[in-house]
């Protein structure tokens, strides 16, 4: 089964296509009309190793929060469509990620259910023009529409650009090993209650 998903979202303050492989070589194109932004996807899709596509014309002349929260919004329904009944992944995956000064821990469980624990203490209220507060709403977002549970937690670190591209790196590690289909587990659903 190729797992492989695309959505075309289009509201009156942006207009998305996005197109997700999970199993990919983490290979990426993304124009979300805000710089910043294109190098986190892109960091995510490398470490996922998810193929990702993303294009998106937003109100970038208000500011980012619309793009942010609309391509994860995106990337949640996408990946929510693409890992289909679940059958065969690890489920789980975690990882504590090094960026220089800033160490990050990542925790996915693919479960159904949604929710974000998010607690990174960012220094600054921008990065070149992108918001820092955005990062919340983007990850918001995405799981909500991918229904899993992730937690996202600053260990240390003091530079806003390496705590926001550690949670990148971080996440995307982490749900690329959950995912990830497990030899050991060939067709079976990773729940007692035969659904997740």
């Known amino acids: 089964m190729i797992r492989v998903a695309e959505v075309c979202r289009k509201t009156a303050e942006t207009d998305i296509y996005l197109k997700i492989r999970l199993d990919g070589k983490g ?15 892109t960091l995510f899709s490398k470490h996922s190793r998810f193929d990702l596509e993303v294009v998106c014309k937003g109100d970038t002349h208000i500011d980012y929060h619309h793009s942010a929260e609309d391509i994860g919004i995106c990337l949640g329904i996408a990946f929510f469509d693409a890992i289909g009944d679940k059958r065969g992944i690890n489920r789980y995956g975690d990882i504590t990620l090094p960026m220089d000064e800033a160490l990050i821990l990542a925790a996915v469980d ?38 899993l549970t992730l937690h996202i937690k600053q260990l240390s670190g003091k530079k806003a650009h ?23 587990s060939a067709n ?9």
């Open 110 to 147: 693919i479960s159904g259910r949604d929710y974000l624990g998010f607690d990174l203490q960012i220094p600054t209220e921008k990065v070149g023009d992108f918001d820092t507060e955005l990062v919340e709403e983007f990850w918001l977002g995405f799981v909500r529409n991918a229904k």
């Open 162 to 184: 390496h705590i926001i591209e550690g949670a990148f790196k971080a996440v995307g590690r982490a749900l690329g090993s959950a995912a990830r289909k497990d030899p050991l």
């Open 27 to 41: 290979e990426s194109k993304i124009n979300t009309g805000c710089g910043f932004l294109d190098h986190m996807l």
């Open 188 to 196: 079976e659903i990773p729940s007692t209650k035969g659904i997740l």
